[in-house]
């Protein structure tokens, strides 16, 4: 809702009738800035939980990069070291492409 009287110029008079509808045109606006302010409070928190769990993931992902070896080779180095059985599983093999 919004105020709907005529804008006034100095010397118009202010009715109880335009005092009243600025009255109820504040308060209705006020009701709905408490709503978005719990709607915000909600939002901040979720955000916050989101940022939390953010922040573990990148800590695992490094934790996970740190312990893993990469190693480069060719698919027939691969193969023997699959037939010897050394195939390392905190080892990321990446293959040559021929």
């Not at 919004?2 to 009255?23: C, F, H, M, P, Q």
């Not at 740190?66 to 293959?95: C, F, H, M, P, R």
């Amino acid at each position: 809702m919004t105020i709907g009287y005529a804008a006034k110029s100095r010397g118009d008079l202010w009715t109880a009738t335009e005092a009243n509808e600025v009255k109820e045109v504040v308060n209705n606006n006020a009701g709905i800035l408490n709503g978005h302010k719990t709607a915000i409070g909600t939002i901040n928190e979720t955000l916050g939980t989101h940022g939390e769990r953010l922040a573990q993931n990148t800590q695992d992902i490094n934790l996970l990069k740190a312990s893993t070896k990469s190693v480069w080779l060719t698919q027939e180095q691969y193969d023997a070291l699959v037939s010897a059985g050394t195939v390392a599983a905190d080892t990321e093999y990446n293959i040559y492409e021929e």
